[in-house]
């Protein structure tokens, strides 16, 4: 076996565990460590990576967990994400959590952390608003109130004390692991047989379960394979998939589509870990407000977010120019109100600007892929026919 396919392997593995067992290794090694459950999209992994803690996204069970409890917690037109996480909270998958934060990102979630309030899991959960007004001023401040209140909560568990020397070092970290997974990305821009899309995912989803210091060797090692001239090229398009930066599609759906002839050059399936664009400042003598800047100032763009002053949709199409994509793919989970929202507004800029697109809908559990198979390869091959005319 190759040492590329290797590390995606390790990296599936990390990916699926349902019972965490890299992070309960991690916390049982040294006392004082605590384990924050965080659900995406973005969440500013630093703060915890600061005080002893180990930020771990939960996800839900995707399509390896059976939900039986879940579905009594939420209505038959409630998008299925929550209901996997209730029903792994419930099945004691978190045992050894300390805390949950949830970021946000709608009303449902915003329901998911008082469920957990209600049914003391962990030690503390709380809802952590994020700003909708882009100024230091008024969301900056309001930001910072909000990542003091998350690192006081743990403070009160393991009696950490936040300083400015080792926020720095641990922004430093994540600064690193943003480069590094862009860099994937920029490679699969140009070559993208080099790596799967699987595979990408598999590999960026293991930093949300694994110290950032452990991933960003494993980052390492892939970058070293992939800037050699591996694989070969095949008859494919390439597109950008955009809303699926919740719930995330099961692994079989992203296989799917580049098997009905895609390249999937970029996406938002794990859009919380590459949300800032570029490096947060790690020499500030006030890294919490380096934290809240580089959100005010270097956000990507997403559905969960209001930024009239910085139209997403004409922020979709430079992504798509820039990565020089055939084609914009909009998965939307069912029932996803931000996404579903967002559609009509990227469709129409799609149109103005001519670019191709098709949109379908899924949830994280699917199990039958035919007809996305079928319209997928479809869209493939109407594109080539169109250049080959032109």
């Known amino acids: 076996?190759?040492?590329?396919?290797?590390?995606?392997?390790?990296?599936?593995?990390?990916?699926?565990?349902?019972?965490?067992?890299?992070?309960?290794k991690w916390k049982m090694e040294k006392e004082g460590?605590?384990?924050v459950g965080y659900m995406p999209i973005y969440f500013?992994?630093?703060?915890?990576?600061?005080?002893e803690g180990l930020p771990v996204g939960i996800l839900g069970g995707g399509d390896r967990k059976q939900i039986i409890v879940g579905d009594a917690y939420y209505q038959s037109y409630i998008c299925h994400i929550?209901?996997?996480?209730?029903?792994m909270a419930l099945s004691g998958h978190f045992a050894d959590?300390?805390?949950?934060v949830f970021p946000s990102i709608c009303d449902v979630i915003r329901n998911l952390s008082g469920m957990f309030q209600m049914s003391n899991i962990g030690k503390f959960a709380k809802y952590m608003d994020f700003p909708q007004d882009f100024s230091s001023e008024i969301g900056g401040k309001f930001y910072i109130q909000e990542m003091n209140s998350v690192l006081s909560k743990i403070k009160k568990i393991n009696g950490v004390e936040l300083t400015s020397t080792n926020l720095n070092n641990s922004i430093g970290l994540y600064n690193k692991n943003r480069r590094l997974i862009e860099d994937i990305y920029d490679i699969r821009q140009h070559s993208p047989w080099r790596l799967s899309a699987v595979d990408t995912y598999h590999i960026i989803r293991?930093?949300?379960?694994?110290?950032?210091?452990?991933?960003?060797?494993?980052l390492e090692e892939v970058l070293e394979e992939i800037r050699q001239d591996i694989g070969e090229p095949m008859d494919k398009i390439k597109v950008v998939i955009t809303g699926a930066f919740c719930e995330q599609p099961p692994v079989s759906l992203i296989r799917t589509i580049e098997m009905a002839g895609c390249y999937i050059v970029d996406d938002d399936l794990m859009l919380g870990s590459r949300w800032i664009q570029g490096d947060i400042d790690n020499t500030s003598d006030n890294p919490v407000r380096a934290i809240s800047e580089a959100y005010i100032n270097k956000s990507?763009?997403?559905?969960s977010v209001y930024?009239?002053?910085n139209p997403k949709s004409e922020r979709l199409i430079s992504l798509s120019k820039k990565r020089k994509a055939d084609g914009i793919i909009f998965a939307a989970p069912s029932f996803c109100d931000p996404a579903l929202l967002d559609n009509p507004i990227y469709n129409k800029a799609c149109d103005d600007q001519k670019i191709r697109y098709i949109n379908f809908q899924y949830h994280e559990n699917i199990g039958q892929f035919k007809v996305i198979k079928e319209q997928v390869g479809a869209f493939s091959d109407s594109i080539k026919l169109w250049e080959t005319d032109a």
């Open 82 to 87: 929550p209901r996997g996480i209730i029903e």
């Open 44 to 51: 500013p992994r630093e703060i915890i990576h600061a005080v």
């Open 97 to 100: 959590f300390d805390g949950f």
């Open 1 to 24: 076996m190759s040492k590329l396919k290797e590390l995606a392997n390790k990296c599936e593995k990390l990916s699926f565990d349902l019972n965490f067992k890299a992070a309960r």
């Open 206 to 218: 293991a930093g949300m379960v694994i110290p950032v210091e452990d991933h960003n060797i494993i």
């Open 300 to 303: 990507t763009f997403s559905s």
């Open 33 to 35: 460590r605590v384990i």
């Open 307 to 309: 930024d009239v002053g």
